[in-house]
């Protein structure tokens, strides 16, 4: 900071010194123009220019000195020479009897002969009194004036006010435009107030470079640092320049380099590890619950995590929104005085977080406030009791609701500006059950554009179909002829297929379980007579803890079970054996979530050490062929013909026991 106040002064001297001399310049061609001598003229040259004049111009006329007028005609003409305004000493205009006695005086007879001698008359001279008007000697011009150009006039009184002003005004040309010396004066103005502002200019930077800086005492600074807009400040700035620094893209990068080496063919179709987001504060010690990405920005992702036995001061549960441009810490974190089990941004507003804690309460956060939530739900009987496994936002921009599920089997619609109540409250029940008639509903799922009929999966392994409002074929709540039981152990993850193609495959349901596999399901009705599964893929060797449709390519799925590997499965390839398998660094994968950017080429896995990897998944693995839609019905019909088969066979085979 010195030195480039040092330096800043001495380019200011350097200027102030060449100003000085080009000042200096200017007086010294001032001066040397001041120098020129004036022409200075006697009066006798001017009467001898007089007299030779006037003997010149009359022929005949006498020589001046043969015969000399008398005094007094001497006298006046001498008068008439020194009068003021009279150029070449003639007499004014004004003076009528100067020139008779001037006319009575040289006046030489007409009648004489060239060759005769001239003998001057006696002529008798009359003292006369000559009133002369003394002529101004400066003519004074009309000043004019123009719609550019205009002129203050300055008064002066006193007998030299026309000297004064003569030399004080600025002479200006008859067409209006600027005089050299009014330019000389006014250039010299200029180059003096420059001078000054910036010897005015050093002297300040002088004092300050001089002044010390005053030290803030302890009391001072901690004052500084507690205050709000500073801690913000500090908070969206760091946050800024970690963005820039998270940016792994090569500056520098020669693409002059390497044209001619060979590509790898296959580069398209691997998966590979792009980032993994931990927080050594806030997620050290917890299990990722739930994960969602943003429908609005495609690079946040939210991630539910559950409590730290190791920090019992700190939330139970807390909820992060990590940026793929911020490797080195979440960008938002929102706390939770219970364990959340589940996540979901808003798909209609995109700074709207929904929560559903282990206590039954559903939670909202809103990323323009603070940590703790703005709204959540009250702890009676009117809401959730139980944990919330699973909610989603269903329907339109205007029309829209938050739909909950808890292991009691209750499925709440809520406002999501008022959670105070909820707006439909629906208990599924199964009557003819053996020990309960609650149903513990694990996870749940919408068909692409649906809002009342929706898929439930429990704990007890089996899955359901259930309506929200009466219809005339079906009552609200639970369908009981419609249980899909092949699991042997609970429903970990349920997704309906999104249906985004030429075919409609809506009634695909995937689901996980802890039974180590994953069933492929067709809602009974004119394509399905049986609600047994289509296909089980048994690859896995642990539980298989989520499942997930991929949301562009028609075949394609992905899961993740409890030995932390990561698997693709490709119906329309091998339903038998995945596409590609990948094991990540985790111990044990808990959520899978596929991003909503257009291609959706990252799939985010949720650890149980607490880490979220994000995945890059090859363009070849998740672009779908024109055919894949035509190809995949072909599959699920060849499926589902090997199913009834083998179910026919192992009927044929009972009866045969029998």
Known sequence: MADRRRQEIEEKRAKLAELRRARDERKQLLAQADQVQPLTTSRKDVNDLVDSLLTSTRPGSPAIGTSRPSSAAVASSEQAASAPGTPGGRVSRLSNDGSEARRSVYAAPQSQADGESFQPAVVDYVD??????????????????????????????????????????????????????????????????????????????????????????????????????????????????????????????????GIDGAFDDNEGSKVKLCCAFEDERW?????????????????????????????????????????????????????????????????????????????????????????????????????????????????????????????????????????????????????????????????????????????????????????????????????ADDAYRAHAGPVTGLDVHPASGSVDFSDLVLTSSVDWTVKLWRSKGAKASSTAPLHSFEAANDYVFDVKWHPNHPALFGTVDGTGRFDLWNLNHDPEVPLVSMQTPARALNKLAWD????????????????????????????????EWQELQRTVQGLGAREVEITSSLGEKGDTRR
Request: charged content about 25%; proline content about 6%; glycine content about 6%.
């Open 128 to 257: 006369t009194h000559t009133e002369l008007y003394e002529l101004p000697s400066k003519v004074t011009k009309p000043e004019t004036y123009s719609k550019s150009v205009q002129t203050s006039v300055s008064v002066a009184t006193g007998p030299d006010a026309d000297e004064d002003d003569e030399d004080r005004a600025p002479r200006r040309l008859e067409n209006g435009r600027e005089s050299e010396d009014e330019m000389r004066s006014r250039i010299l103005a200029e180059m003096e107030e420059e001078r000054k502002a910036l010897e005015a200019e050093l002297r300040e930077l002088k004092v300050k470079s001089e002044q010390k800086v005053a030290e803030l005492s302890s009391d001072q600074r901690q004052a500084i640092f507690s205050a709000p807009d500073f801690s913000s400040f500090i908070e969206e700035s760091a946050r800024i320049v970690q963005r820039a620094l998270s940016d792994n893209y090569d500056y520098i990068r020669d693409y002059t380099i």
């Open 596 to 627: 909503r950017a257009p291609l959706a080429r990252r799939a985010g896995l949720g650890g149980e050490d607490g880490k979220l990897y994000v995945y890059d998944i090859g363009e070849k693995v998740v672009t779908p062929r024109e055919s």
């Open 283 to 479: 997620t050290a010690g917890r299990s990722v619950t739930d994960l969602d990405w943003s429908p609005k920005f495609h690079e946040l992702v939210v991630a539910s995590y559950n409590k730290n036995p190791a920090r019992p001061n700190d939330p139970d549960g807390i909820v992060a929104v990590w940026n793929l441009h911020l490797l080195e810490r979440p960008e938002f974190v929102f706390h939770s005085p219970s364990d959340v089990l589940s996540v979901s941004f808003s798909p209609f507003h995109p700074t709207l977080v929904f929560g559903g804690s282990y206590s039954g309460q559903v939670l909202l956060w809103d990323t323009r406030a603070r940590h703790l939530p703005v709204l959540k739900t009250p702890l009676s009987a009117a809401g959730h009791t139980y944990p919330i496994y699973a909610l989603k936002v269903v329907g339109t921009q205007n029309a829209n609701s938050l739909i909950s599920t808890s292991t009691d089997g209750l499925v709440c619609a809520w406002q999501a500006d008022m959670l105070s109540a909820p707006q439909e409250a629906l208990a599924l029940s199964l009557p003819g059950h053996a020990k309960t008639d609650e149903v513990a509903i694990s996870c749940f799922g919408f068909a692409e554009s649906e809002t009342a009929t929706f898929w439930v999966g429990t704990e007890e392994g089996t899955v359901y179909t259930a309506n929200r409002y009466d219809r005339a074929a079906a009552k609200a709540g639970l369908n």
